[in-house]
């Protein structure tokens, strides 16, 4: 029996970065969380012990930390600045990727102006993956855990019933969610915008959530992604998690009150979970795995 070593990686997760960047007039925090996983002709430490082609991993945590005090710039420049310097720099390694979480953090208002150097944690984290072969290199930004709900304009009915079917059909509902969801960037890394870029998708994602009169969470997921496509030419991909956070009316019966949609009790488990992708027709495939 014939017996190999198959693909394998390694790297350093969850790196956790702050840095403040201290202005004259005031001050402003990026919040990081780094992730970097390297790939490459690297059978000799799995199968002699040989470590001689390892960059250790505790190299990999200096490198995010000594790279940051340059700066951040956005988290996709970061990114890619990383996984050239692994690739570029280490003979042994021929891909590597470096995921970043990016966490928000709003400044808190004193007496209606903006503080100085005070600041409160916002909702939703910004996402973006970096992948690079030493030749080419995907970029994929995102956010991810944005909760969002509609009160009304949801529907969910003519569903397939079988003998363990109880769900009653719903043709008004609250339809809550939270966001995750990643977009891939077309053309060479590094022409866009990344700012702009995943503004304005994130602002047609929850656009398109509160617009979309919805008859199910996977058509909600669709006109969310293909509203990020047709108007953002610069992506061509779009992956959606959307966890359905069910919202049940109480009976209110027992207790000889009714209830015209008011009262509701709010689940947190089990939950369905809705994913899909929209995809731009004729968008170029990435050459590896990038997600």
């Known amino acids: 029996m014939d017996i190999r ?24 925090i990026t919040d990081l969380n780094v992730s970097t996983a390297l790939a490459g002709d ?14 250790p991993t505790d190299t990999q945590k200096n490198t995010v930390f000594a790279f940051a005090r340059d700066g951040v710039g956005e988290i996709e420049d970061f990114g890619l600045r990383l996984a050239r310097h692994f690739v570029d720099t280490t003979p042994t390694i021929g891909k590597a ?3 970043v979480e990016q966490y928000r953090w709003e400044r808190i208002e004193v007496g209606g102006a903006p503080a100085h150097h005070s600041f409160a944690r916002a909702a939703g984290t910004r996402t973006a993956t970096v992948t690079y072969d030493g030749e080419q290199a995907w970029v ?9 709900l509609n009160t009304t304009g949801s529907e969910f009915h003519g569903f397939h019933r079988d003998r363990y079917t109880t769900l009653p059909e719903a043709d008004d509902r609250i339809l809550a969610t939270a966001v995750t969801a990643r977009w891939r960037h077309a053309g060479h890394a590094g022409t866009s915008d990344w700012a702009e870029s995943y503004r304005e998708a994130s602002r047609h994602l929850l656009e398109a959530f509160a ?5 199910s969470l996977q058509q909600t997921l669709h006109a969310m992604g293909e509203r990020v496509l047709r108007h953002r030419d610069e992506l ?8 359905n956070k069910h919202h049940f ?6 207790f000889e009150l009714d209830n015209p949609g008011e009262v509701f009790f709010a689940a947190d488990r089990p939950y369905g979970l809705i994913e899909g992708t929209v995809v731009r027709d004729g968008a170029p495939e990435p050459g590896l795995a990038w997600w």
Do not use: F
């Open 5 to 28: 070593l198959g693909e394998n990686q390694y790297g350093k997760a969850e790196t956790r970065l702050v840095r403040v960047d201290r202005g004259a007039d005031r001050h402003s």
């Open 42 to 55: 690297l059978a000799a430490t799995h199968l002699t012990g040989d470590n001689s082609g390892v960059l």
């Open 97 to 99: 990727r470096v995921r």
């Open 140 to 148: 994929v930004s995102g956010i991810a855990d944005v909760t969002v």
């Open 211 to 215: 617009d979309t009169h919805s008859l």
């Open 236 to 243: 061509v991909e779009v992956r959606l998690a959307l966890p």
């Open 249 to 254: 009316l109480v009976d209110l019966g027992p």
